[in-house]
């Protein structure tokens, strides 16, 4: 290949590098990103469960607390009850007592409710912290696993960027401005090479003469008339029809 477009055909080549690397960054982004998600996602359950543990620990004592209260007043009540000779406080001391007894049985009944949610949620946080363990090794393994490859990844990206920027230097400066152009335009891949006589970047087929052109004349880039990309042939194995 002629001196004159080899640094013009490397650049190109070191762009399609940087977009394969930089994709291959973004998906082990996404993979890393997967992966914390449902980690976080089991994790966020297993507080909310917890957090829920510590509510009804706190509802158990308070109404454990009330039930000891409530039993010191019954017993008071039974042990003043039967000295009252007055019938008038008898009957509401005695009707206090009831009251209080009832009392206590919907306070007893909160309890063992309280009881039979806290076992459910017991055995669903046993099973929920067991499912966690094997998603915390899972998530360990595959995130140090991606971690390294993409370090790997982003050393080859420096390296290729600072390359890329030696042989920016090396093109002409009119092929220079066109990229700038690109770049200010989004255009991707401002330089292709011809691919089974189409365009690298549009993947239009080009005419015959642009081919014989290129073929006859292979130290100059042509543009691709439907993209307007710089193209270039870096083999004389493509014949036009």
């Known amino acids: 290949m002629p001196e004159t477009i080899q640094p013009v055909i490397d650049l ?3 762009d399609r590098e940087l977009i394969q690397l930089r994709g291959q960054i973004r998906t082990l982004d996404e993979q890393i990103g997967i992966a914390r998600s449902e980690h976080d996602r089991q994790l966020d359950i297993v507080q909310g469960k917890e957090q829920h543990e510590g509510v009804l620990a706190v509802q158990g004592r308070e109404l454990r607390g009330k039930l000891e209260l409530q039993d010191a007043f019954i017993a008071k009540l039974e042990q003043q009850v039967p000295r009252i000779r ?3 406080e008898f009957v509401a001391s005695k009707k206090q007592l009831e009251e209080a007894r009832k009392h206590r049985s919907i306070i007893e009944e909160q309890v063992l409710e309280l009881d039979i949610e806290k076992e459910g949620l017991d055995e669903t946080l046993s099973t929920l912290r ?3 363990e094997v998603e915390n090794v899972r998530f360990q393994e595959a995130t140090t696993e991606l971690g390294q490859v993409r370090k790997q990844s982003a050393g080859e990206l420096k390296s290729l960027e600072s390359h890329r920027t030696g042989l920016f230097d090396e093109i002409p400066d009119t092929v220079q401005r066109y990229y700038q152009r690109c770049q200010t335009s989004g255009l991707r891949m401002p330089i292709c090479e011809v691919n089974d006589k189409s365009c690298g970047g549009c993947h ?3 005419p015959p003469q642009l081919l014989n052109e290129m073929l006859t004349d292979p130290e100059n880039c042509r543009n691709c ?3 307007q990309r710089l193209l270039y042939l870096e083999t ?3 014949a036009a029809d």
């Open 204 to 206: 239009m087929v080009l």
């Open 12 to 14: 190109a080549k070191a």
């Open 236 to 238: 004389t194995e493509v």
């Open 86 to 88: 007055n019938e008038k």
């Open 225 to 227: 008339p439907h993209c």
């Open 130 to 132: 067991s499912e966690l």
